[in-house]
């Protein structure tokens, strides 16, 4: 039997604890009873407040918490939010004993906030990558993965790759076979193609300055995506000199033009691929590559999947 332990801090919300509920139930219409005991734990019994004007109910204290083997930490409705140090009490000591710990979405803030993250390799919603990088300096943050573990330590993705962390914490406790079961039951496949990186896009927030420097890439680029444009195009367009521009655009950006370039041609062919009809090789030509063996290459690199796979995941319905 594996004990399960998801706490509730006041504000989490109500889909992280869905899925823990759904993911880990002991039992289920469609595949064998689950060998684990799953239990909600908070500092008190009784009621907790979550998002959406809804709540839960706590079976067990935080002491049932510290003793299980397995703690789950799911978001809060405000991912800036601290919960009450006791909750963060429990994770450090439960993981001190040797449980696994593991957080679903927005709930790597509060694990950052345990210090556990610190020197190791996290995750967590895409869209919030940045901000747990710049609040947490000691955490290496991968914004491309649905899930990541060092050290007993676990973090996910947004929404759904929250069921992907739990499906595979299922197989290391429980088994493969028991995981692939499971995961049929949901409808889902056990293991999921690529990471979040397909879901991400260049972004164009400004980090610093005036924005000068990347918007002459950005307006050069979607003048002319096939061309080749060079550091003398850009600069030459900005009337900047070479060693001026790159360091506008690096203190703008955070990247060089030809990484940002590239992103940029990535994201457009993500476009193309979604609502086009064009052939991989057509795709590849519009946005600038000299051969789709590049362009599959260089695809892969950024977004995990091929072309052809994120074609068939996002592409558009007739």
């Not at 991912?79 to 006791?86: C, G, H, L, S, Y």
């Not at 889902?188 to 979040?196: D, L, N, V």
């Amino acid at each position: 039997m594996i004990d399960v332990a998801l706490l509730l801090m006041p504000g989490t919300r109500l889909f992280d604890v869905s899925i823990v509920t759904e993911t880990w139930a002991a039992k289920r219409l469609s595949s064998p009873d689950l060998n684990v005991d799953l239990r909600r734990c908070a500092i008190n019994k009784g009621m907790v407040e979550l998002t959406d004007s809804s709540q839960a109910m706590a079976d067990e204290t935080l002491e049932w918490a510290q003793n299980a083997d397995l703690v789950l930490i799911p978001g809060l409705g405000d991912f800036t939010a601290t919960p009450p140090n006791q909750y963060l009490e429990t994770i450090r000591e439960a993981h001190q004993r040797g449980a696994v710990v593991a957080s679903l979405c927005s709930g790597a803030f509060v694990l950052a906030q345990t210090g556990l993250l610190d020197g190791l390799t996290a995750t967590t919603h895409w869209a919030l990558t940045d901000e747990l990088a710049s609040r947490f300096l000691e955490i290496n943050v991968d914004p491309a993965v649905l899930f990541v573990v060092e050290s007993r330590v676990w973090t996910s993705a947004g929404v759904a790759a929250g069921i992907d962390l739990s499906i595979h914490l299922i197989g290391q406790f429980c088994g493969s076979s028991v995981a692939s079961t499971i995961a049929r039951s949901m409808v889902m496949a056990p293991h999921r193609t690529g990471g979040q990186a397909q879901f991400l896009t260049t972004p164009v927030a400004v980090k610093h300055g005036d924005g000068q420097a990347m918007t002459t890439v950005r307006t050069l680029m979607m003048k002319g995506p096939t061309r080749t444009l060079t550091l003398s195009d850009f600069a030459g367009e900005a009337c900047m000199s070479e060693r001026t521009f790159l360091r506008r655009f690096l203190a703008e950006t955070g990247s060089t033009p030809h990484q940002w370039a590239m992103s940029w041609r990535i994201d457009e062919a993500c476009k193309l691929l979604e609502e086009s009809h064009g052939s991989i090789a057509e795709v590849s030509a519009a946005v600038g590559f000299g051969t789709p063996v590049t362009f599959r290459q260089r695809f892969r690199a950024l977004k995990g999947v091929s072309p052809m796979e994120y074609r068939q995941a996002f592409r558009k319905p007739e």
